[in-house]
């Protein structure tokens, strides 16, 4: 617990609870406190009407006989606590997130203001040497990734199998044999006009080519996925951190705008999905959670590595991402999109920086 005094506040006294909050208490002298009424009165003034005055002109007494002291104190303590509480958070480097829960414990005329403050912060997080652990698993080496001519059959077959017109075919009375066979006689043949339709193939050994390219670069991805899920399981594992229900929500509502955008581009909307799984979306939430707890804690563990070794976004980089997701989410925040770009921008240095220790 720290207790203090400033120039505006009173017994200011900061404690740690549990679950990464902080309970803030203080009191601000009535003569601050008094410098507040006329915003408030200006405020409330131009808010109600009363009979026979113009909007904003009510006097002084009539006001207060129209609405009470007490509206008026409230609007006074709103004020009040508005310009003192950020001033609170920034000369206590207090990490604050979400909104406080405030409660006013002394609100009278001619009296200091009293109040309570507890409000969500950024966990401590005990991390792990998460260098050590990098070297570790960039030991093991990158896996051989080759693509055989089977793979490159197989894709291709899928392929065909995705041109087939179903439109005229009543699934519901074939059995999945059934269903097989007739997929496999409806392909479009393999050649070279086939291929010409599927996009700018020169010839068969060139559209082979660059499916043999597609598959190794998928392999590629899958590979490096596979690498940093091994990465990020290692170091959560080494570190410690106490994750706030706040950044859970947060984290899961995530994963709920994520998922109901998915299925919309296929074409159903989130009721018809819970209808047809019956389930309802607090039981999604209940299957999510423990994804949306693992993603915050690795989220809060990346920004202690990018913070410490000081890994920067160039703003351009920045830029250019907002475009591309403003281009796909026409109907996205700007400013959340730019958060939103930095950090996927920020934890990919930071991925890259983790691959490059003990090479």
């Known amino acids: 617990m720290k207790i203090m005094k400033t120039n505006k506040i009173d017994n200011l006294k900061i404690t740690k609870l549990d679950k990464s909050k902080v309970e803030i208490s203080a009191s601000i002298s009535t003569e601050v406190f008094a410098s507040f009424k006329d915003k408030a009165i200006e405020n409330i003034n131009n808010e109600i009407t009363i009979d026979g005055f113009r909007k904003g002109k009510i006097p002084e007494n009539i006001l207060v006989k129209k609405v009470g002291e007490m509206a008026i104190l409230e609007e006074m303590a709103e004020l009040a606590l508005s310009s003192i509480y950020p001033e609170i958070i920034i000369s206590e480097k207090i990490d604050a997130i979400g ?200 989220q809060l563990i990346l920004n202690d590595v990018i913070k410490i070794e000081k890994i920067r976004v160039d703003a351009k980089e920045v830029e250019d991402e907002v475009k591309h997701i403003l281009a796909h989410y026409k109907d996205a925040d700007q400013e959340q999109a730019k958060t939103y770009a930095e950090t996927v921008l920020a934890n990919e240095k930071a991925y890259k920086f983790l691959e490059e220790q003990g090479k």
Do not use: C
Not at 155 to 166: F, G, P, Q, T, Y
């Open 99 to 298: 909104h406080p829960e405030i409660n006013i414990t002394k609100l009278a005329p001619n009296n200091p203001l009293e109040f309570k403050i507890i409000t969500t912060v950024i966990p401590e997080v005990k991390l792990g040497d998460y260098k050590k652990i990098a070297k570790e698993i960039n030991k093991k080496g990158e896996e051989k990734i080759n693509v055989t001519e089977k793979d490159i059959d197989d894709a291709i077959l899928e392929i065909r199998k995705s041109r087939v017109d179903h439109s005229h075919h009543d699934h519901e009375k074939m059995t999945a044999e059934e269903h097989q066979k007739e997929i496999e006689t409806s392909m479009p043949e393999l050649n070279e006009d086939f291929i010409k339709s599927l996009g700018n193939f020169k010839d068969m050994a060139d559209f082979r080519d660059k499916v043999k390219f597609s598959l190794l670069e998928d392999k590629k991805i899958r590979a490096q996925e596979k690498r940093r899920i091994a990465l990020s399981d290692a170091i959560l594992e080494a570190s410690a951190v106490v994750i706030p229900e706040l950044l859970i929500d947060s984290e899961t509502r995530r994963i709920e705008a994520q998922f109901s955008d998915d299925i919309t581009r296929m074409g159903v909307t989130l009721e018809d999905y819970l209808k047809h799984a019956k389930k309802t979306l607090e039981d999604l939430k209940k299957d999510w959670r423990p994804h949306a707890e693992k993603k915050a804690k690795l």
